[in-house]
């Protein structure tokens, strides 16, 4: 439907999430998450207080018109002017290994950077392993998986037949957030986290991943799970 073609925000926006393309970053340019061995692998998202002012300018490719918009500051980039940019969230060289692993650290407006939390999550996910079973990512202090801040739980597909076509054929997705007692975090913090969520969301579940579905011919593949 053309009114769905335009970002047409109502009222003022509190967040905004930023995020590279998977062009730039090498460890999801395949079919799946690789190995993050260099700075070049890493994928890194940033959360800003709430707009980053854009121009809507749509462009003409062969014979199509694809949705554009123009920023100030290219976004993505490293060495992007972000002043207004309160978290920055990066997977670390390595990755966690076996265990999907994202930093996140509080930003101030000079590009300071502290680090709060580490968001992990465990080895085998995703595919049709998302049909039964919950995926559950610990956000702790020390990267220690002792959820003493949050936990953050992609929940299954609802039951039922209804359920199984909507996990088949859509990436509809629901997620959790639950916040530990006594976790002490700022409201800045807790918004960091949340924008995370959709981090995770993209890297492991939406982005450059292997999906169900139909082939060539009438072949079906399916993906058990993603490690």
């Not at 554009?68 to 990755?95: K, M, S």
């Not at 692993?101 to 502290?114: A, L, P, S, Y």
């Not at 800045?188 to 999906?211: S, Y």
Request: charged share 15%.
């Amino acid at each position: 439907m053309p009114d769905y073609q335009v970002y047409n925000p109502i009222n003022n926006p509190v967040l905004t999430f930023e995020k590279g393309g998977n062009c730039d970053n090498c460890a999801q340019c395949g079919s799946l998450n690789c190995f993050v061995c260099c700075a070049k692998c890493q994928s890194h998202a940033w959360m800003h207080n709430g707009d980053v002012p854009s121009t809507y300018a749509p462009k003409k490719i062969c014979c199509s018109t694809i949705d554009h918009w123009e920023f100030e500051n290219t976004p993505g980039l490293l060495d992007t002017p972000r002043p207004n940019a309160f978290a920055h969230a990066v997977v670390p060289i390595r990755g966690g290994m076996c265990t999907p692993t994202v930093n996140v650290m509080e930003r101030d407006q000079k590009g300071n950077e502290i680090e709060f939390a580490v968001v992990q999550g465990p080895t085998f996910f995703g595919g049709c392993m998302d049909l039964c079973c919950s995926t559950k990512f610990t956000v702790s202090r020390q990267g220690d998986k002792s959820a003493d801040l949050a936990l953050i739980t992609k929940k299954n597909k609802d039951p039922g037949c209804m359920g199984l076509c909507v996990a088949l054929c859509t990436p509809a997705d629901t997620y959790n957030l639950d916040f530990a007692p006594g976790h002490n975090l700022t409201p800045t913090q807790k918004a960091a986290i949340v924008g995370e969520m959709i981090h995770l969301d993209f890297l492991f579940f939406e982005a450059g991943k292997g999906r169900n579905g139909l082939g060539w011919g009438l072949l079906l593949f399916c993906v058990l799970c993603v490690d």
